[in-house]
């Protein structure tokens, strides 16, 4: 029967709801996949669904972030990218222990983020904001996330990053200390914002021993910003690491 369903797949279809019952009967579901759709919300029984832990709605027309999966502490990974967001409620993750590591935001209309969003989700891993309208982001936004490794924020309309923003991120100084030889261990692509000239990575996480940077295992992307030259970047950060592009 359907309460045995451990991957439900409803990808392109015509689907504008879906009604509060189905969910709750699905206990052991551990794979959703709604892309492709017009749906606008979730119902509020998505959280009795202890097992799943894959959510795909992209390309909906959801316009509020669902407040209900801020409270399925089971979630690993959410891809709500391709709808209509303007906004993340202020307090939407507020539950304890969450296993969330991967949240897609990007193809979105978020504008701001609310400071500290992401802070009781300290377990997660990639974060992607790109191709927003984000001008600016809260120094605490990614504060009291120790694993964050990937953030994407390009296609947006970054003018700066505050100092100390990735300052948390312990990733980038715990695996150094240990000397582990992996091919990166921070990706940013920050590219097609308008960061201007005076633009200093070293300062997004002033714990990093200039020793990791240039060993070439943090990756940055800054292209087709305002950047008119790379030396005050490269003083931190190989060149090979920087693909920089003059407008």
């Not at 997004?204 to 800054?222: A, H, Q």
């Amino acid at each position: 029967g359907k309460s045995r369903l451990h991957d439900l797949r409803m990808c392109h279809n015509k689907l504008v709801f879906l009604p509060e019952n189905v969910l709750s009967e699905l206990k052991l579901l551990y794979e959703l996949r709604l892309s492709h759709n017009e749906i606008a919300t979730l119902p509020a029984s998505i959280t009795e669904m202890q097992k799943l832990q894959k959510l795909s709605m992209s390309h909906n027309k959801v316009v509020e972030f669902p407040k209900c999966l801020g409270a399925q502490r089971f979630l690993r990974i959410i891809n709500i990218g391709h709808n209509s967001l303007t906004v993340l409620p202020v307090g939407l993750f507020t539950q304890r222990n969450y296993k969330l590591t991967e949240i897609n935001l990007n193809h979105n209309r978020l504008t701001t983020l609310p400071t500290g969003i992401f802070s009781d989700v300290n377990t997660l891993e990639k974060v992607s904001l790109s191709h927003n309208q984000l001008s600016a982001l809260p120094t605490t936004v990614f504060t009291g996330l120790p694993y964050l490794h990937a953030v994407s924020l390009n296609d947006n309309m970054l003018t700066t990053l505050p100092r100390g923003v990735f300052a948390d991120i312990q990733n980038l100084h715990r695996f150094w200390q240990v000397g582990f030889d992996l091919p990166w261990l921070f990706h940013l692509n920050v590219t097609n914002n308008l960061l201007p000239l005076d633009y200093r990575l070293c300062e997004l996480n002033p714990k990093v021993p200039t020793e990791l940077l240039v060993d070439r295992r943090v990756e940055v992307f800054i292209q087709n910003n305002g950047l008119g030259q790379c030396s005050d970047a490269c003083a931190t950060v190989p060149l090979s690491a920087l693909l920089c592009h003059e407008q």
